[in-house]
């Protein structure tokens, strides 16, 4: 069975950085989309970042433009987030979502969480001074 696990979470002060990984088993990259959301306490979660893996076009939220970066990672079928910048609103557990059908390369990632099939445990970002 597909499995998505996170990692790379933490606290960090305002202004500085983490990446995280979204590493990912028993799933086929090149005909779907990865994506990154969050969820804060007591808010609806929300959109982040998006790739698709067989293009490796990427698509963003307007919180997340010019901050964060959604990337392949080194490893074989893994999903970086860079962010950067942090500010404390973006404090949350991050979550990994993949696709569960087929999209063409030239199709854009939907970034409805209604779309994403599998998800991860989630990775816990703080952003305090």
């Known amino acids: 069975q597909v499995r998505l696990v996170e990692s790379g979470g933490g606290s960090v002060q305002p202004g500085e950085s983490l990446r995280l990984s979204c590493d990912t088993f028993?799933?086929?990259?090149?005909?779907?989309?990865l994506g990154w959301f969050r969820q804060a306490p007591g808010k609806e979660r929300e959109r982040v970042a998006f790739i698709h893996t067989g293009s490796d076009n990427t698509y963003y939220a307007d919180s997340a433009k010019g901050r964060f970066v959604i990337s392949r990672g080194k490893a074989k079928n893994t999903v970086d987030l860079q962010l950067n910048s942090l500010k404390p609103e973006d404090t949350a557990m991050y979550y990994c979502?993949?696709?569960?059908?087929?999209?063409?390369?030239?199709?854009?990632?939907?970034?409805?969480?209604?779309?994403?099939?599998?998800w991860g445990q989630g990775t816990q970002v703080t952003v305090s001074s």
């Open positions: 979502a993949a696709e569960g059908g087929w999209r063409a390369q030239g199709v854009e990632c939907s970034q409805d969480s209604r779309t994403y099939t599998y």
């Open positions: 028993r799933y086929t990259f090149g005909g779907s989309c």
